[in-house]
Each structure stands twice: as structure tokens, then as C-alpha cells.
């Protein structure tokens, strides 16, 4: 079978959207979301407001174009959250390395997982410290002429947070069990939202469709208990990140504000389907929560 569809102005675009029952009040604002977003893009957020390819009666474009920006504030709010706790734990690994080990204790496999690809670790760690622009880099190489790589807290700065998470998972388990303790978690369930965490770091730097995602990489929960209070009714769905962000944060930086600030990105969308995020209708109210 052969893709027969031929490219459409953005005007034919308009246009194929009316005829499919979309309500549209402002041409112009219309097109420039076209020419600026895309059809393809936008035709992602057109799904719930579509019964097969008609749009359901009364649905207005202005209806699209809101859940696109709730989306986009969303991942923005999302990556907010991602910094602060990638930059914690950044620093957590690198305190537990150094002082364990000394300021060039994470270039010895002997201090890791033998599971873990420590060569492999090492020539990526290389490839960043060879293109590395950052002053504090040029500085220790022109002074430090006899050290062949970066201390440790230079050389994590350099890292992706996917690094930053395998670099956690290889840790000894003392080292592991004691930045899991200041987070508040166990170690098992650390390493599995800290894979999720560079997943859905991912998606929000490429800026793709979040609010609905069934996660391809899901974050493991302990059972309810004093430390783990609350039930999440799906892990798959953005709900379950969102409680992982919580909890995080609430270490990281209590004083952020970023739990107001999430509730009120809800407020002025209030016909975004919850059931979609699997966000409980009564979270707000929850323990965990308040």
C-alpha cells in the first residue's frame, strides 16, 4: 500500500478541519497556529475532541489550542521539577564518590558494580571532557597539567542525567542505601524513578506530546506504608511522575512553590480529561498533597 496523501496549503488545512466539524471564529489567529505548529502536531491534540474523523459537535478550535498550551506549560513545569532533583542527586553521588573514594575515585571499575560498564563509562566520560568549553574545565587542564582526567565534581557536571542514573545504579550498596535514605526512599525504587526521570526529561526537551503519554518507561512504587503513603492508581500514565516529582521535591526544595504552581496550571484548564493523566478527581485533597 502506497501513501497517496498529497501536502495541503495551510489554508486547505483550515479547511479540511471545518469540513471534519471543527469550529473555527478567528481565521487569521487559526492559520498562524497552523504555520507555526503544524497540522501534524496539532491533529495529536484534536484526538479527544474526535469520534472517528468528525469532531464531536460544539468543538471549537480555541478548544485545541488550549490543550496544546496546558501541554506545553505543562512540560516546561515538568522540567522545572527535573533540574532541581537532577542537580541534587548529582550532587549526592558526587559527595558519596569523593569521599569514599577520593577526588578521582569514579575512574577506578574497582569502586563499582561489576556489572557495570565502567570502560564504556570512562570513554563517554573522555569524549565530554575533550569537548568541554566550561571555564572550570580549561582551568584545571592548563593548571593540573600532570592529571590525566577531571576530579570527580568537575567530571559529573559533564554528565547526561541517564549517565548520572547508571552511575547511581553501579554505586556500592552502602553509598546507594544513604542517598536513597536523604530522598526518603529504598535504593530499588531510587534507581527506577531516577530511569524514569531521564525518560521523561526526554520527552519535555523534544517537546513532545505529555499529557496523555503511556510512559515507556515506568517508575516502580513501594507498597503504602509511612514512607509511601499514597496509591497510584496507574504508574504508567503522567500521574505516577507527578507523585515521583512530589515526593522528590519535597527534599530538593520544599520551598519552591512547584506544587502550587502545578495546581494552578489545572485551574484555568478545567476540561483537560483527568482520566487520561490517571490524576485522581479528589488529589488535591489527598495527604500526600497538602
Not at 524513578?193 to 505529555?210: E, G, M, P, Q, S
Not at 526544595?253 to 502545578?262: A, D, F, I, M, N
Request: hydrophobic share 40%; glycine share 4%.
Amino acid at each position: 500500500m502506497h501513501y497517496t496523501k498529497p501536502a495541503l496549503s495551510f489554508d486547505q488545512q483550515l479547511d479540511l478541519l471545518r469540513q471534519r466539524g471543527l469550529s473555527v471564529a478567528d481565521n487569521a489567529r487559526a492559520l498562524h497556529w497552523l504555520r507555526q505548529i503544524s497540522y501534524y502536531r496539532l491533529s495529536a491534540y484534536c484526538l479527544p475532541f474526535k469520534e472517528g474523523e468528525r469532531f464531536r459537535a460544539g468543538t471549537d478550535f480555541n478548544d485545541i489550542a488550549g490543550l496544546y498550551i496546558f501541554d506545553r506549560k505543562l512540560r516546561l513545569l515538568v522540567l522545572d521539577a527535573i533540574e532541581r532533583i537532577e542537580v541534587s542527586i548529582r550532587t549526592a553521588i558526587t559527595y558519596e564518590i569523593a569521599h569514599a573514594y577520593g577526588p578521582f575515585g569514579h575512574t577506578e571499575s574497582a569502586h563499582f558494580s561489576p556489572r557495570f560498564n565502567h570502560a564504556r563509562f570512562m570513554e563517554e566520560l573522555e569524549r565530554e571532557e575533550r569537548r568541554a568549553r566550561e571555564t572550570f574545565a580549561a582551568h584545571f587542564r592548563g593548571k593540573y597539567t600532570s592529571e590525566t582526567h577531571l576530579p570527580v565534581w568537575m567530571a559529573t557536571e559533564l554528565l547526561s542525567l541517564g549517565t548520572v542514573s547508571m552511575l547511581y545504579e553501579a554505586l556500592p550498596p552502602d553509598l546507594k542505601r544513604r542517598i536513597a535514605a536523604a530522598y526518603n526512599i529504598d535504593t530499588q525504587f531510587l534507581s527506577s524513578w531516577l530511569h524514569a526521570l531521564t525518560y521523561l526529561r526526554n520527552v519535555c526537551a523534544h517537546h513532545k506530546r505529555l499529557w496523555n503519554r503511556q510512559l515507556a518507561i515506568r517508575p516502580r512504587f513501594p507498597s503504602r506504608s509511612r514512607s509511601w503513603p499514597h496509591a497510584i492508581p496507574d504508574n504508567g500514565r503522567l500521574y505516577a511522575m507527578l507523585a515521583v516529582l512530589r515526593h522528590m521535591l519535597q527534599v530538593v526544595s520544599p520551598q519552591c512553590g512547584w506544587r502550587e504552581r502545578l495546581f494552578q496550571l489545572f485551574d484555568p484548564h478545567p476540561t483537560v480529561p483527568l482520566l487520561a493523566m490517571q490524576v485522581p478527581p479528589d488529589w488535591r485533597t489527598n495527604l500526600f498533597w497538602r
